[in-house]
Antibody, heavy 123, light 111 residues
Framework: QVQLLQSGSELKEPGASMKVSCKAS????????INWVRQAPGRGLEWMGW????????TFAQGFTGRFVFSLDTSVSTSYLQISSLKADDTAVYYC????????????????WGQGTLVTVSS | QSVLTQPPSVSGAPGQRVTISCTGS?????????VHWYQQLPGTAPELLIY???NRPSGVPDRFSGSKSGTSVSLAISGLQADDEADYYC???????????FGTGTKVTVL
């Protein structure tokens, strides 16, 4: 069965960096895009961007450029989210989600989600 | 702030039918981009409930249904059950922002 397994919770100080992993299983990794979604405490879902698992090309939403990096290790079917220069505002649960196949160049929803990784930024 | 607007909350008694609206604009829903719905139970990750406006993934009960008309879409839950209490989000693509966007979210309460 399809699964996305994310790494565990992180507690970081402001200014530090962090890296969340998302390991896929149960399907051919490079057939589907991996998306990243943020959910701040008590808030809604916010799409951060996606990475093409065939080419490694990332696309970032507005507001998620500069400090954010998406990467892959296709040998272990894993995608990574890195955030540098962490701020208190980065405190959130971060989800990876598999993109359904594109229709007319647009992902047709997100069909499998990781369990989420809580990142807390506090001194 | 999201470009897709949902009511903050809806409620109903067990067995009743509730609907959740998702209103967009000419750069997203009105432009013909498909809408998808997610259910997020308390403390868990979202799950895909409806894709491409009206389709249910396997395993999703037919009590959940999606519809689309112009720039508005709706999710209906019939035969409301206690374990339907959750947050529900619509999602689409916005061409002027060039991003995927989520709705503001709706909390469903079973009375």
């Amino acid at each position: 069965q399809v699964q996305l397994l994310q790494s565990g919770s992180e507690l970081k100080e402001p200014g530090a960096s962090m890296k969340v992993s998302c390991k896929a299983s149960g399907y051919t990794f490079n057939y589907y895009a991996i998306n990243w979604v943020r959910q701040a405490p008590g808030r809604g879902l916010e799409w951060m961007g996606w990475i093409n698992t065939r080419t490694g090309n990332p696309t970032f939403a507005q507001g998620f450029t500069g400090r954010f990096v998406f990467s892959l290790d296709t040998s272990v079917s894993t995608s990574y989210l890195q955030i540098s220069s962490l701020k208190a505002d980065d405190t959130a649960v971060y989800y990876c989600a598999r993109g359904r196949p594109m229709v007319r160049g647009i992902l047709s929803g997100f069909d499998y989600w990781g369990q989420g990784t809580l990142v807390t930024v506090s001194s | 702030q999201s470009v897709l607007t949902q009511p903050p909350s809806v409620s109903g008694a067990p067995g009743q039918r509730v609907t959740i609206s998702c209103t967009g604009s000419s750069s997203n829903i009105g432009a013909g981009y498909d809408v998808h719905w997610y259910q997020q139970l308390p403390g868990t990750a979202p799950e895909l409930l409806i894709y491409d406006n009206t389709n249910r993934p396997s395993g999703v009960p037919d009590r959940f249904s999606g519809s689309k008309s112009g720039t508005s879409v709706s999710l209906a839950i019939s035969g409301l059950q206690a374990d339907d209490e959750a947050d529900y989000y619509c999602q689409s693509y916005d061409s002027s922002l060039s991003t995927y966007v989520f709705g503001t979210g709706t909390k469903v309460t079973v009375l």
